[in-house]
């Protein structure tokens, strides 16, 4: 119940709209979301990119079948072989994904239409709130498209795992056009929904803000606190506590920081994000999908930084004199909505610590440019009712403009060659992360020369700030067989951070692909002196003795040849010895007295491993010997369509260079 009676609605324009705002809104809505989704359709064709591998396929809760509640108990990223676990707790983006994984499977165009769908609801849900702030149809519906067309937004709407920003933004818009100063019942409601979006994502805390000094704001548009006010807060004070009980519960053992910053580098860093935001803003174009590096500022963007932290004070000062001159409730409500937009870009301008090593990202401006659009309707609304035909054709030439940088924008997102290969040519060169990544996408293709000149660029960039790149380079060497080149690389990296257990696994498993068992059991043991009942380290042991107890088989010393190679075979496949295993599935193979069983063992494991380039060949040979099944055919076609194509763009990607 209300704790006093809801007051009217009060407005600062006229009391009935323009004739062509009572007949069209409908209209100027369906051309909102009609263009949204013209424009956002060829996102469905994108597959899944990135992070989307390790939060939804590679040994994700999404694909366990969990309970639905343990989403609310456990945090956001969690790598269970190494048991890392970075200080993220956003269980209701977790719970979509699994919906989305019960109703696709791993389809990712059933992923990316949940992005779409709640892309254009947030684009709904803008028109309205500026309708309902403005009472301007055409200068809400220029807004609302130029909102959802930005190319900046690309990144949280076409990507999969950015749907974090673009959840949590719903449930923020949605608060703001339920909420009502004064009214217990609205602010309950409103605090439901801000709580739901603070488990979608932190940077709904925006929106909490923002109800606050609506609630405090009173008739001219001045911020008057008092009591009742403040007793009208309570539900959301409520919803904050519960976010942060619930979160402490889950994030135990998170890491709350990827790279520890002194003051200085600290304040270089905030000033450098607010710089790229500002950059980031005004020319929306260009594609920037890593933005800088901590502990290494870019002093450009420092500068234009504390330039843009100046203009906005001087700003505010200007608005605070002229406060007069503006209607009470506009005034209000353009304080309310850049209060949530500065305190979206401060909770990821790292002026509170963050689990990431980049300065800024164009998906962290999802929120804030909503909020901003709000800011600027009443000069687009006062524009368009004074001048609407000019305004109109310049809002149509700038939202064509932001629509056409957002397909091509899409168009990266659609192909991870595409958008790695951009990302490494646009990237500074002391960002390894791009390189890295192309080397991920040539290693799973089985190309691993090309993906060891990408993982050596990485570490080269990175110039010794990240142990991943040198780790995932003897990742490939072992691949290509040169365990010698390999193995010490991660057994120094082992020896020298002795607070990590990791690099000991992996230096154990490049040693029982050298098939050194004891050296294996040694590294092995020490990461589990590092930390006990480590999962990678378990798992690993398992197949340590497997290998030890088949090194025994009689069958490796028997009298037949074949039976021989094929136990052989076995051993090195177990050992992961990849290189030998198929040589040998070659050579047994090429035997037309093989049992129909082993060959098809044979041929499934030959094609899922053996490089791409040499599939098709090879297994016209072997075709002799009996046809492929269907789906093993149309798996090799696939493979060595991927690997042609990963071939081809190799020379121009200038890696190495």
Same mark, same amino acid.
């Given at each position: 119940m209300d704790s006093a009676p809801e007051p009217a609605p009060r407005s600062s324009v006229a009391a009935e709209p323009e004739p062509l705002d009572a007949r069209w809104g409908r209209w100027a809505l369906a051309i909102v979301v009609v263009g949204v989704?013209? =424009?956002?359709?060829?996102?469905?064709? *994108?597959?899944?990119?990135?992070?989307?591998?390790?939060? @939804?396929?590679?040994?994700? $809760?999404?694909?366990?079948g969990?309970?639905?509640?343990?989403?609310?108990?456990? $945090?956001?990223?969690?790598? *269970?072989?190494?048991?890392?676990?970075?200080?993220?707790?956003r269980p209701l983006t977790t719970l979509s994904f699994v919906l989305d994984y019960r109703l696709h499977a791993t389809n990712a165009a059933g992923y990316h239409l949940t992005n779409? @769908?709640?892309? =254009?609801?947030?684009?709904?849900?803008?028109?309205?709130?500026?309708?309902?702030?403005?009472?301007?149809?055409? *200068?809400?519906?220029?807004l609302a498209l130029g909102w959802a067309l930005h190319p900046r937004l690309t990144e949280a709407a076409g990507w999969i795992s950015g749907r974090t920003d673009v959840l949590a933004t719903s449930f923020v818009l949605l608060a703001l056009l339920v909420f009502r100063p004064r009214s217990l019942a609205r602010c309950s409601v409103a605090a439901a929904l801000l709580f739901l979006g603070l488990l979608a994502k932190e940077v709904a805390l925006a929106g909490m803000i923002a109800v606050l000094v609506w609630e405090l704001g009173s008739e001219d548009g001045r911020l008057r606190p008092s009591r009742a006010a403040l007793g009208h807060q309570s539900p959301v004070l409520v919803g904050l506590v519960a976010y942060v009980a619930l979160r402490f519960y889950a994030m135990r053992g998170a890491s709350a920081v990827s790279a520890p910053l002194s003051l200085r580098e600290r304040a270089l860093a905030i000033l450098e994000a607010f710089g790229r935001s500002a950059w980031d803003l005004a020319l929306p174009w260009p594609p920037r999908l890593q933005q800088g590096l901590l502990g290494a500022p870019d002093q450009r963007f420092v500068t234009l930084g504390a330039l843009a932290l100046l203009a906005l004070l001087a700003g505010a000062l200007v608005a605070h004199r002229r406060g007069g001159a503006v209607a009470g409730e506009r005034r209000l409500l353009t304080r309310v909505s850049g209060v949530a937009?500065?305190?979206? @870009? @401060?909770?990821?301008a790292h002026v509170i610590p963050i689990s990431v090593n980049i300065v800024a990202a164009d998906r962290f401006l999802y929120l804030p440019l909503a909020a901003l659009t709000l800011m600027i309707a009443p000069a687009v609304?006062?524009?368009?009712?004074?001048?609407?035909?000019?305004?109109?054709?310049a809002g149509a030439v700038v939202v064509v403009a932001l629509g056409a940088g957002t397909a091509e924008r899409l168009n990266d997102w659609s192909s991870e060659l595409r958008l790695w290969g951009k990302a490494y040519r646009a990237t500074p060169k002391s960002n390894g992360l791009p390189a890295n990544e192309l080397g991920n996408?040539?290693?799973?293709?089985?190309?691993?020369?090309? *993906?060891?000149?990408?993982?050596q660029s990485a570490a080269r960039r990175a110039n010794g700030r990240s142990t991943i790149f040198l780790s995932n380079a003897a990742r490939a060497l072992a691949q290509l067989g040169r365990y010698e080149a390999a193995l010490p690389v991660l057994r120094k990296l082992c020896e020298e951070d002795r607070s990590s257990a990791w690099d000991c696994v992996g230096a154990a498993q490049l040693s029982l692909?050298?098939?050194?068992?004891?050296?294996?059991?040694?590294?092995?043991?020490?990461?589990?002196?590092r930390r006990p009942g480590l999962a990678a380290a378990a798992e690993l042991g398992q197949l340590l003795e497997r290998v030890r107890r088949f090194a025994r088989s009689p069958e490796l010393r028997a009298s037949d040849p074949a039976v021989r190679a094929l136990a052989r075979f076995r051993l090195a496949e177990l050992a992961g010895r990849r290189l030998d295993a198929l040589a040998l599935a070659e050579s047994l193979l090429a035997r037309a007295e093989l049992p129909a069983e082993e060959r098809?063992?044979?041929?499934?494991?030959?094609?899922?491993w053996a490089p791409p380039e040499e599939l098709e060949p090879a297994l016209g040979r072997f075709a002799k010997y009996g046809p492929l099944d269907a789906p093993l055919r149309e798996a090799a076609q696939l493979r060595a369509a991927e690997g042609r194509a990963l071939l081809e763009a190799w020379p121009g990607l200038g890696v190495g260079e």
């Open positions: 989704l013209a =424009v956002y359709a060829r996102s469905l064709g *994108a597959p899944f990119v990135w992070d989307d591998r390790h939060l @939804i396929l590679e040994g994700s $809760p999404v694909t366990e969990r309970p639905l509640l343990s989403c609310f108990t456990e $945090p956001f990223w969690t790598n *269970a072989a190494s048991e890392s676990v970075r200080a993220y707790f779409v @769908i709640f892309h =254009v609801l947030n684009a709904a849900l803008l028109f309205a709130l500026l309708r309902k702030w403005t009472a301007g149809t055409l *200068a809400a519906a220029l937009g500065l305190t979206g @870009i @401060i909770l990821v609304e006062r524009a368009a009712r004074r001048r609407a035909g000019p305004t109109l054709l996408l040539y290693f799973r293709a089985g190309l691993y020369p090309q *993906a060891l000149a990408s993982y692909n050298a098939l050194d068992l004891d050296a294996a059991g040694e590294l092995l043991a020490e990461a589990e002196r098809a063992a044979l041929l499934e494991y030959f094609v899922r």
